[in-house]
């Protein structure tokens, strides 16, 4: 039977898509997990593929063509098979694709048998790039009563930990997801009905169970009970069985070495070939006249170090595992390149001090580089661009990242048409998206949309570093702390102050001299703060 295959919904806030490309054509033989075309959504071009296997029948947009999102994409089917049925809208429900692979974690299929009043509530998509999230903590539990706009949890996407709130009255009847357990997008999250409502055909048939990424992390103390139980095997004490490798087992046996009185050195105290090759066998008890010697005469004790040697292992957070994807591709797609440059900021430490004179008045240096960013990137527009494999896009507005540290990782909020901001809106909108960024508060749309960034590790007394770029950008600039240092000015040694700053640029995009040319334009800037108020 033919397969509908309609426009993906590949984001949250995608409301339709354009076919940048097909990348097979109609006849072509499709096997699951080929790549068929690529979309391109309101915030990325992504690679589209075939869960479904069979003969490319028809093409139902074409290559540059928009759409909305569920209208008839591709239809795949038999050989020979007719479709007329299906071109004439008569395809129905049945027949149209599931979203997903049967093989993966099943989401809702909204049946006859939900009961009346009952809503299944899967996990959200709360940013484009979630394919998981963590169930951080549930603020209710099952029997509370809830009204529409009750928070139910706290979700850990891969860039924030936000509120899920319910859009339902009712009770709360079953939890799918438990604290700390990771499941996918659609994935069973909860359902909310009247109260009494039997939903056992829902949770345990209708709706797939969840399935977690990894299991709920063990306590820090089951952790430290197992570092201990695997360190004492193969001693004496510990009575049980003991672990150690064939070819040690041979050894022991052909030296005549009881394998426990043996310490292991491999991996959980597992004996090796080493382990019993190096072993010394306890010297007998010495006899009564020879202990009385031995107590006569000062004891000379080696110092052998003792200790346990024991890891903690973390799970790993959605935030991390979304830098780790991000940077890795970035840094190995992106051919990267450095540039340096040193300025000398006796002038904008003067205008700063001048500046936080005034009442209900505060800039940092770092809202004085992202100013003099956001002005030389309109005087050099091809550091303002993102690459792609067939054009290159020149940004005609200008919207500057600002990176931040939390206790999870790294966040780039976004200054939205930064050049039109003056130094005192900078400050305070820098201030009010730090503030909501280490409190887990950031919504997606204030994380998405930069054009280039700044990356700060002044306030750590870091002179100078490099930064991956943050893609789709082309550039992103690293700044380090003002050195007080000798310099030299109308050929005399004074003390001055200098800041060193390095852009990173993205070579296919960004050449060598207009990199050195950017850096020229933002550093007469900085030296010269009053021209950024005009």
């Known amino acids: ?35 068929l075309a690529e979309i391109e959504t309101d915030k990325a071009t992504m690679e589209f593929e075939s869960f479904y296997e069979g003969i490319l029948l028809h093409i139902g947009i074409e290559e540059g063509e928009t759409a909305p999102v569920d209208q008839l994409l591709a239809i795949i089917g038999d050989e020979g098979e007719d479709i ?15 979203e997903e692979k049967t093989e993966e974690v099943a989401t809702t299929n909204v049946s006859a048998e939900i009961p009346e009043g009952v809503e299944v509530i ?95 992390e063990e306590t820090s103390a089951q952790k430290k009970e197992e570092t201990k139980t695997t360190t004492t095997i193969g001693s004496e004490s510990s009575g049980g069985r003991i672990f150690a490798s064939p070819l040690a087992k041979k050894i022991a046996a052909d030296k005549g070495i009881d394998l426990s009185q043996v310490k292991g050195s491999g991996e959980n105290g597992r004996i090796v070939k080493k382990d019993v090759e190096s072993f010394t066998p306890a010297a007998a008890a010495p006899s009564s006249d020879s202990t009385k010697e031995a107590a ?19 799970k790993n957070s959605q935030m991390r595992k979304a830098i ?58 091809q550091v303002n661009t993102q690459w792609s494999d067939d054009v290159t896009k020149y940004a005609k507005h200008i919207s500057i990242g600002v990176a931040v540290a939390v206790p999870d990782g790294l966040v780039v909020p976004v200054l939205p048409f930064t050049d039109q901001m003056s130094l005192t809106q900078i400050g305070a909108n820098v201030k009010e998206l730090a503030g909501k960024a ?50 030299v000015k109308d050929g005399q040694i004074v003390v001055g102050n200098t800041m060193k700053v390095t852009l990173a640029c993205d070579h296919r995009t960004v050449d060598g001299a207009t990199g050195a040319q950017f850096l020229q334009t933002l550093k007469q800037y900085l030296e010269n703060p009053v021209t950024m108020l005009a």
């Open 1 to 35: 039977m033919a397969t509908v295959i309609n426009m993906p919904r590949l984001s949250d806030t995608m409301e339709e898509g354009v076919v940048a490309k097909w990348l097979v054509k109609k006849g072509d033989k499709i096997s699951e997990g080929d790549i």
């Open 84 to 98: 007329s049925g299906l071109l004439n809208g008569s395809a129905s429900a049945a027949e149209e694709p599931k």
């Open 122 to 216: 899967t996990m959200p998509r709360l940013s484009d790039t979630m394919e998981e999230g963590t169930v951080a903590s549930w603020l209710k539990k099952v029997g509370d009563t809830i009204e529409e706009g009750d928070i139910l949890a706290e979700i850990e996407t891969d860039k924030a930990t936000m509120e899920f709130e319910s859009f339902y009255n009712g009770t709360l009847l079953h939890i799918g997801i438990e604290e700390g357990q990771t499941a996918p997008v659609d994935a069973l999250l909860a359902i909310i009905g009247p109260a009494g409502t039997d939903v056992s055909g829902i949770k345990d048939g209708n709706v797939a169970p969840a399935t977690t990424s990894s299991k709920p």
């Open 296 to 314: 006569s005469a000062p004891a000379v004790q080696p110092y052998i170090p003792a200790g346990e040697e024991s890891f903690e292992e973390v």
């Open 324 to 381: 780790a994807r991000g940077l890795s591709a970035s840094k190995f797609n992106a051919p990267h390149y450095y540039l340096t440059i040193e300025v000398d900021m006796e002038n904008a430490m003067a205008s700063r001090k001048y500046i936080n004179g005034l009442p209900d008045t505060k800039v940092s240096f770092n809202d004085m580089v992202v100013k003099a960013c956001a002005m030389a990137l309109r005087k050099h527009p």
């Open 438 to 487: 280490r409190n887990k508060k950031l919504t997606p749309q204030e994380m998405s949309g930069s054009t280039f960034t700044v990356s700060n590790l002044g306030m750590f007394g870091i002179q100078e570093f490099t930064s991956i770029i943050n893609q789709p950008n082309s550039a992103i600039l690293s700044v380090g702390t003002i050195v007080e240092k000798p310099v």
